[in-house]
C-alpha cells in the first residue's frame, strides 16, 4: 500500500530559526517519485521540489534543503534561518512511476508557523 | 507564464443542488488532474486526464461527480446532486506529460449547507 505520513501536525519556530519537517513513505514500487509543495493562505499549492527514486543525492536551494534517505524510507525538509513568509502548510507527496496512474499521495500536510 | 485557472473561488449551495467547476490549465499541459481536500488533510485525486481521454477515476464518486476535459484543453467538474460531506477545496492541477511536476490552481471552495 501507498501512504505518506507527516507526524509533525505543527510546528512554531521563532524568525531565523532552523526548522526540519518529516516525511516517511511506504511504497511496493522501485520506481517512484516524492515531492514537496507548500500551501500558503491563499490555498494554492505550490511545487517545491520533485525526486525520483533512483537519486538520492541531497538537494539544496538556497534556504531549503531536502535529505532523501531510501534505507530509512524519507524524504525530509529543512528550512535554514526561517522567514515569517515560510509560514503555511507543507505536504510531502508520493507518485508511483510505471503505473497508469501518475497520482499524487499526500501526506496530512504539517503547519509551520515562522514567529518574528 | 500563466497558471492554471479554476473558478469560481467560492461557492456556497444546499444539499442536493448541483454545482460545478471550471479549471483552464497550463498551455501545452497535457495532462490534468482534479482534487479534493478535505479541511485538514491533504488533496486526494478525483480524476485524471491525459488529454481528453481518462486515465485515472477510480475515487471518482460517479453517482454523484462527474468531469470533462473539452478538446483536451478546459475541464469541468460537476456535482449532483450535492451532499454535506461534499464541503472541501476543489483544486485543479496540470502536468507537461505524466510522472512530470504539477502545478494547481487556488482552488474552489465549496460549502454544501
Known amino acids: 500500500a501507498q501512504k505518506v505520513t507527516q507526524a509533525q501536525t505543527e510546528i512554531s519556530v521563532v524568525e531565523k530559526e532552523d526548522v526540519t519537517l518529516d516525511c516517511v513513505y511506504e511504497t511496493r514500487d522501485t520506481t517512484y517519485y516524492l515531492f514537496w509543495y507548500k500551501q500558503p493562505p491563499s490555498g494554492e499549492l505550490v511545487f517545491l521540489i520533485r525526486?525520483?527514486?533512483?537519486?538520492?543525492q541531497n538537494e539544496i536551494s538556497g534556504r531549503y534543503s531536502w535529505n532523501f534517505q531510501k534505507s530509512t524510507s524519507s524524504f525530509n525538509f529543512t528550512i535554514t534561518a526561517s522567514q515569517v513568509v515560510d509560514s503555511a502548510v507543507y505536504f510531502c507527496?508520493?507518485?508511483?512511476?510505471?503505473?497508469?496512474?501518475?497520482?499524487?499521495?499526500f501526506g496530512t500536510g504539517t503547519r509551520l508557523q515562522v514567529f518574528p | 507564464e500563466a497558471g492554471v485557472a479554476q473558478s469560481p473561488r467560492y461557492k456556497i449551495i444546499e444539499k442536493r443542488q448541483s454545482v460545478a467547476f471550471w479549471c483552464n490549465p497550463i498551455s501545452g499541459h497535457a495532462t490534468l488532474y482534479w482534487y479534493q481536500q478535505i479541511l485538514g488533510q491533504g488533496p486526494k485525486l478525483l480524476i485524471q486526464f491525459q488529454n481528453n481521454g481518462v486515465v485515472d477515476d477510480s475515487q471518482l464518486p460517479k453517482d454523484r461527480f462527474s468531469a470533462e476535459r473539452l478538446k483536451g484543453v478546459d475541464s469541468t467538474l460537476k456535482i449532483q446532486p450535492a451532499k454535506l460531506e461534499d464541503s472541501a477545496v476543489y483544486l485543479c492541477?496540470?502536468?507537461?506529460?505524466?510522472?512530470?511536476?504539477?502545478?494547481f490552481g487556488q482552488g474552489t471552495r465549496l460549502t454544501v449547507v
Open positions: 492541477a496540470s502536468s507537461l506529460n505524466r510522472n512530470t511536476e504539477a502545478f
Open positions: 507527496a508520493l507518485s508511483e512511476g510505471g503505473r497508469n496512474t501518475d497520482k499524487l499521495i
Open positions: 525526486r525520483n527514486s533512483f537519486d538520492e
